[in-house]
């Protein structure tokens, strides 16, 4: 069999590239081993957010009699309708992806599919050969070899929201954003929940400063077990983790350590190009292709940046690179932006801090503990910290641990990816009373140590041509 375009994985970045492989031609096959629905929708963000929203939800009970609101104490989370209602919005959101093989027809094929050299692709014992092939296979959680003997009492995040019920106690190993997540989540839901890492961060904050304000707020309301390796042993019929000289009795685990891309027996090997210690080839990222070779791998996969609008950026640019006559210089990724749905949130918008070494950096600071629409809300907790260049007053980077970050990190990616300075962003108008006025406040801060900013945020006018009026 012959085609034009060959795409592996139906997932978002698999799916992002058929849109646009969709504009230069219709001779192509889309191969999918396994479901057809994304990891997002059906095992990722999406799921593990209703998790989150349920559990936010009742953990306001706390604060409803501070707001003059009774009767709290009569509220309990039924674990088992919050998993129904999860798996009932989930299988909706899923429905669109898992459409797709019913609407391409014959040019969707289910199967593994396997390398078998540059241009050319087996699935179930037939060989395809294809101008350009486009690899987006996704990836799937670690869980290391010792911990599979436990069975099925090692949760994953695509096991755990096919639980019809969740035991009393949970041991959460690794503290990265989806660790952090469903550990404070799971918890507020009124689970015994410990969490391990062994590392000293958690959430993936790379700034001090912010890690040191988000911390403390999370071990109100679970154990935190950091900088030593977890280790699990049966004890009984429940599982015991340890971790230095402390241990946690659980019911069961929920492996929260990573995803693995899926790259093994792809038969990377086979197109002749070097591969490192992980098995990984070396890829462009403004192109996404193996040197000359019209293949390209795109989304989890390449380990790069796993979140959904990055992998969905990335089938864009496989798409338009597979395309006949693309352009060789690629496509200028987008400034690095991340959310973690804790709460607070945590985000971070341009790179971590740890990279900006180079710059001569100033940095402003803003406290929304005592943040005025955050105490109204009684959610006032955390801090932001955003970094500017000192002689330009160029926004690099901001990270915070506030209420609502996810918006106000949208916002700062903007300026960054724009190229504004302190000066254009405090020109802005905030309203007021806004979580917002807490951006102001760390503009403020860092226009202070900003060479040739001051005075007031308001331009000056211009003559506008009318003498009554000048």
């Not at 230069?24 to 095992?43: K, M, P, S």
């Not at 404070?184 to 961060?201: H, I, N």
């Not at 280790?231 to 241990?247: H, M, N, Q």
């Not at 802005?428 to 006025?437: G, N």
């Amino acid at each position: 069999m012959k085609v034009d375009t060959v795409i592996l994985g139906a997932g978002t970045a698999g799916l992002s590239a058929l849109r646009e492989v969709r504009r230069y031609t219709d001779d192509f096959l889309l191969i999918n081993d396994g479901h057809w629905g994304t990891t997002c929708a059906a095992v990722g963000c999406m799921p593990s957010k209703m998790l989150i929203e349920a559990a936010n939800a009742f953990h306001r009970r706390h604060v409803l009699d501070s707001l003059g609101i009774r009767g709290s104490e009569g509220l309990r989370a039924d674990i088992p309708a919050v998993l129904a209602r999860l798996r009932k919005l989930r299988d909706d959101f899923v429905s669109g992806p898992a459409s797709t093989p019913e609407k391409l027809g014959d040019r969707a094929i289910a199967g593994r599919a396997r390398l078998a050299g540059p241009g050319r692709v087996t699935v179930e014992g037939t060989e395809i050969t294809a101008r350009a092939i486009i690899l987006a296979p996704g990836s799937r959680p670690i869980v290391p070899e010792p911990w599979r003997a436990f069975g099925a009492r090692i949760l994953t995040t695509d096991t755990l929201f096919e639980q019809t019920d969740l035991p009393r106690r949970i041991a959460v190993i690794g503290m990265g954003a989806i660790g952090i997540e469903m550990a404070q989540a799971l918890a507020r839901l009124g689970l015994d929940v410990a969490g391990f890492d062994s590392g000293d961060t958690i959430a993936g904050i790379d700034d001090a400063e912010v890690l040191a304000a988000f911390r403390p707020l999370i071990e109100t309301e679970l154990e935190l077990h950091l900088g030593a390796e977890a280790r699990i042993e049966a004890a009984g019929a429940a599982l015991r983790v340890s971790s230095g000289d402390t241990d946690f009795e659980a019911d069961a685990v929920l492996a929260a350590i990573g995803r693995k891309p899926n790259i093994d027996n792809l038969g990377l090997e086979t197109l002749g190009v070097e591969l490192d210690d992980r098995g990984m080839p070396p890829v462009d990222p403004a192109t996404l292709r193996f040197g000359d070779h019209m293949v390209f791998l795109a989304g989890d996969a390449n380990g790069d940046r796993p979140i959904l609008h990055e992998a969905a950026d990335e089938g864009h640019i496989a798409g338009r690179m597979a395309a006949p006559g693309a352009d060789a210089a690629g496509l200028c990724r987008r400034t690095p932006l991340s959310i973690v749905f804790s709460s607070p949130q945590v985000a971070r918008a341009g790179p971590p801090l740890s990279d900006l070494s180079a710059h001569d950096l100033v940095t402003g600071t803003a406290d929304f503990s005592s943040q005025g629409r955050a105490r109204i809300a009684a959610s006032a907790a955390g801090i932001m910290r955003i970094h500017a260049d000192r002689a330009t007053g160029r926004l690099l980077a901001a990270e915070m641990s506030v209420p609502a970050a996810e918006h106000m990190a949208h916002l700062l990616a903007l300026a960054v990816e724009r190229g504004l300075t302190v000066a254009d962003v405090l020109a802005m108008p905030f309203y007021h009373p806004v979580l917002e006025e807490g951006l102001r406040s760390a503009l403020r801060d860092l226009a202070r140590s900003v060479s040739g900013t001051g005075g007031s945020d308001l331009s000056r006018c211009e003559a506008i041509g009318h003498a009554a009026l000048d």
